[in-house]
T-cell receptor, first 116, second 115 residues
Framework: GENVEQHPSTLSVQEGDSAVIKCTYS??????FPWYKQELGKRPQLIID?????GEKKDQRIAVTLNKTAKHFSLHITETQPEDSAVYFC???????????????FGTGTQLKVEL | SAVISQKPSRDICQRGTSLTIQCQVD?????MFWYRQQPGQSLTLIAT?????????ESGFVIDKFPISRPNLTFSTLTVSNMSPEDSSIYLC????????????FGAGTRLSVL
């Protein structure tokens, strides 16, 4: 099955700096790559996603890049703010052949801390 | 995105009992999913629930332990049966957006503690 690795496990940056989180996946058939932000005690929130027919996607201070050849994708947050502090999860979707639905495999998470 | 209501938000249960978690969505969705998240850990898929058919369970999860119902396109339940302290975790339901295929949204979760 799909295996998603995520690095780093913790990341500390100064306010205003950029943060980059990287993920690799194993299944070349994966075609959907979302990123989730989870604040303490809250639900995971979809913040951005990218599909395999696109190499890069940007939404204000957040961008995601995808390298299908190398099977890795990254989350970039620019001009970080204290409210960006949270755990971020990457995921990869492996379309099932039977049983319906896209199985999302999650990375292990990155605890991002933005310091004043 | 879909609005997902999950209840209870938390519960403390005795060993050997069962708890049923409910998930209600404000729109009709084809696919619903149940995840488990241990404290400080990632999300692990328990099963996929498609309306009108048996749920599909992931490796390590069985129907006798985690029976799931999906009576219609807006509702699902997950039961954690014969609980032990190892079942203490956060259980989350999730739906797949039928319009933006693959986009996945989560309920607020049920924090379960088993004594």
């Amino acid at each position: 099955g799909e295996n998603v690795e995520q690095h780093p496990s913790t990341l500390s940056v100064q306010e205003g700096d950029s943060a980059v989180i990287k993920c690799t996946y194993s299944d070349s058939a994966s075609n959907y790559f979302p990123w989730y932000k989870q604040e303490l005690g809250k639900r995971p929130q979809l913040i951005i996603d990218i599909r395999s027919n696109v190499g890069e996607k940007k939404d204000q201070r957040i961008a995601v890049t995808l390298n299908k050849t190398a099977k890795h994708f990254s989350l970039h947050i620019t001009e970080t703010q204290p409210e960006d502090s949270a755990v971020y999860f990457c995921a990869a979707s492996n379309k099932r052949l039977t049983g319906g639905g896209n199985k999302l495999t999650f990375g292990t998470g990155t605890q991002l801390k933005v310091e004043l | 995105s879909a609005v997902i209501s999950q209840k209870p938000s938390r519960d403390i249960c005795q060993r050997g009992t069962s708890l049923t978690i409910q998930c209600q969505v404000d729109s009709q969705v084809t696919m619903m999913f149940w995840y488990r998240q241990q404290p400080g850990q990632s999300l692990t898929l328990i099963a996929t629930a498609n309306q009108g058919s048996e749920a599909t369970y992931e490796s390590g999860f069985v129907i006798d332990k985690f029976p799931i119902s999906r009576p219609n396109l807006t509702f699902s339940t997950l039961t954690v049966s014969n609980m032990s302290p190892e079942d203490s975790s956060i259980y989350l339901c999730s739906v797949e957006d039928d319009v933006r295929a693959s986009s996945r949204y989560f309920g607020a979760g049920t924090r379960l503690s088993v004594l």
